[in-house]
């Protein structure tokens, strides 16, 4: 496994990523080569740059956007061999009306239907061989053995998070006893259904005997506790050390708030606020923002004409939500509720299958069409495009009284889409919006323009399946 943006990815979907991509410009290049098999002069002539180079670039970015939207690299679908070939079959037929598209509103990029054809065949065996070649060779060569050093609560829960994390090739050996006093008498039992190796005096021998090449740290209470000359000598040796709180974050991408103690946000990597990046994301953001809003009004005149055709009210829906620095601001959005919504209740959670949202409203919150007037707030300064979502003073009142850390994530701008909404389902109590903050926080320690970008895909992924909530 690899750590991509501080959390765990599967080492395989990183190749396979990577190999398709090469994979998809060969079957290009291999299907002009048998379009004009014995011309050789009309192939050099095709293949010339740079116009070549241009539309190799299009066949392969459209195709992999489709591999990537339609699960092709979700790692539930890369472990399980029919959902992965239902998958390929969706993403290659996908990709083939997108560049038909494509070439019908762009000619120049259009590269041959003959090419296109055998091409898009090509690349349908050259991925199915692939994902079946990476199966195997990873489950024979990228497997690495962990211990876990603790059998408290937290080793538990490192466990259960690790059993559930399969797609990452990690093998959990079994638990150690922590505390430097413990021997080797936990020896011979179990902890949540896997051996306990040894004690921690015996770390070195658990270690050697076991092939552990991961240990994780998962002591509570570490004061006069931790085998610190046994983990430094392990260390030296190549044997990677990680503290529980780490891994579970990696884990799940999340900060667990009911293990992480307050000397976790001191002293952790992570949490950093350049100059230059703030002063970088607001430009992305204003850039973004006009192109969205210049290639989008024609849908949204539209969308507002169709609510107001089905239920009375107006069409965009002002609501007060809390900022950056605790500020008040308007949130536009399409209204996708009756305009009387919350005449007698006042403020109340939004949930699914809400019986207040109109049909009009349904369809737009599953696409998340209605977020689509936020583009103004993006370009007034009042939101990004990616950070946390904002929430209303009543409920930011009530919920900073109930969690611990909540306003932390008052520390940047709130966004149209976020971590926690392309992670976590629709909020709807106090529960809700604990797990939603804990996504939060691992996005301010890892925020960057990268991991912004790979939110947007992500969103984009779950707006094109009809995902939203």
């Known amino acids: 496994m690899v750590r991509i943006f501080n959390q765990y990815v599967s080492l395989k979907l990183v190749l396979l990523g990577g190999v398709e991509a090469l994979l998809t410009f060969l079957a290009?290049?291999?299907?002009?080569?048998?379009?004009?098999l014995g011309e050789p002069s009309e192939f050099a002539q095709y293949t010339a740059l740079p116009g070549f180079g241009l539309q190799t670039g299009v066949f392969v970015l459209l195709f992999q956007i489709c591999f990537y939207c339609c699960d092709l690299y979700d790692a539930a679908v890369?472990?399980?061999?029919?959902?992965?070939?239902?998958?390929?079959?969706?993403?290659?037929?996908a990709g083939f009306l997108i560049l038909g598209l494509t070439y019908y509103i762009f000619p120049v990029l259009l590269i041959g239907r003959g090419v296109l054809f055998i091409s898009t065949l090509l690349l349908a065996g050259f991925v199915a061989l692939s994902c079946a070649v990476l199966d195997r060779a990873c489950a024979a060569a990228f497997v690495e053995r962990a211990a876990i050093l603790g059998t408290g609560e937290l080793a538990g829960k490192v466990a259960l998070e690790m059993h559930r994390r399969k797609d990452l090739a990690i093998e959990l050996a079994g638990f150690v006893d922590g505390g430097v006093d413990t021997g080797g008498t936990g020896a011979g039992r179990e902890f949540c259904g896997y051996p306990v190796l040894g004690g921690a005096s015996e770390l070195e021998r658990v270690a050697a005997e076991w092939q552990i090449s991961r240990i994780i740290v998962a002591i509570e209470d570490r004061r006069g506790q931790l085998p610190v000359a046994n983990l430094v000598k392990l260390r030296v040796q190549g044997v990677r050390i990680e503290d529980a709180h780490a891994a579970v974050a990696a884990l799940t991408g999340r900060v667990w708030l009911d293990t992480v103690r307050p000397?976790?946000?001191?002293?952790?990597?992570?949490?950093?606020?350049?100059?230059?990046?703030?002063?970088?994301?607001?430009?992305i953001d204003l850039a973004l923002g006009i192109l969205g809003f210049a290639l989008t009004a024609p849908a949204m005149l539209a969308l507002a004409a169709a609510i107001r055709l089905d239920s009375k009210g107006p069409a965009i829906y002002r609501q007060t939500r809390v900022g950056l620095a605790g500020r008040h601001f308007d949130l536009l959005k399409f209204r996708s509720m009756r305009a009387d919504a919350e005449a007698l209740g006042g403020a109340q959670w939004a949930a699914e299958d809400d019986p207040r949202i109109t049909r009009v409203g349904r369809f737009l919150r599953k696409y998340r069409l209605d977020e689509l007037p936020q583009f103004l707030n993006v370009i007034r300064g009042e939101m990004s495009f990616v950070g946390p979502r904002p929430e209303r003073p009543v409920f930011v009142e009530q919920l900073r009284r109930a969690i611990s850390y909540y306003d932390e994530r008052h520390s940047v701008r709130p966004g149209i889409t976020g971590w926690a909404q392309v992670q976590y389902r629709y909020g709807a109590n106090v529960e809700d919006a604990a797990r939603k903050l804990e996504y939060d926080l691992f996005y301010l320690k890892n925020m960057s323009p990268l991991f912004d970008l790979a939110i947007v895909l992500k969103t984009v992924r779950i707006v094109v399946a009809g995902g939203g909530r």
């Not at 290009?28 to 004009?36: D, N, S, T, V």
């Not at 890369?78 to 037929?93: D, K, P």
């Open 78 to 93: 890369a472990g399980n061999s029919g959902r992965q070939a239902v998958a390929l079959v969706e993403s290659v037929g």
């Open 263 to 283: 000397s976790w946000f001191v002293f952790s990597d992570g949490f950093h606020r350049s100059k230059a990046n703030q002063t970088a994301k607001r430009a």
């Open 28 to 36: 290009l290049l291999c299907g002009a080569k048998l379009r004009f």
